[in-house]
């Protein structure tokens, strides 16, 4: 089984940007698709954004669409998410998760622990 460890979170400012990583150790991470989800205190987990295990197909939230952008380095077994002109709407700690299949059937291989993103206003 593959074990997922974020990083890159922390304190920024709105308008500001951060990167966030997903480093992949274990079973061969480069068959996996990958998603990378939030959750807000009080709310439940959503999803953000998803890469297929090539790279060559990403998908993003409405809310997160033009700001965002998910990569992989499979030479790497890493994912990242980059983000851009954060909003305090964005605050959230961020998981990042291995999955088998399409999107819609919701099954996980992996979750990482998270880290958290906090924008101030």
């Known amino acids: 089984q593959v074990q997922l460890v974020e990083s890159g979170g922390g304190l920024v400012q709105a308008g500001g940007s951060l990167r966030l990583s997903c480093a992949a150790s274990?079973?061969?991470?480069?068959?996996?698709?990958m998603d990378w989800f939030r959750q807000a205190p009080g709310k439940e987990r959503e999803f953000v954004a998803a890469?297929?295990?090539?790279?060559?197909?990403?998908d993003y939230a409405d809310s997160v669409k033009g700001r965002f952008t998910i990569s992989r380095d499979n030479a790497k077994r890493t994912v990242y998410l980059q983000m851009n002109n954060l909003k305090p709407e964005d605050t959230a700690v961020y998981y990042c998760?291995?999955?088998?299949?399409?999107?819609?059937?919701?099954?996980?291989?992996?979750w990482g622990q998270g880290t958290q993103v906090t924008v101030s206003s």
């Open positions: 274990g079973r061969t991470f480069g068959g996996y698709a």
């Open positions: 998760a291995a999955r088998l299949g399409a999107r819609a059937q919701g099954s996980y291989a992996s």
């Open positions: 890469i297929d295990w090539s790279g060559g197909s990403t």
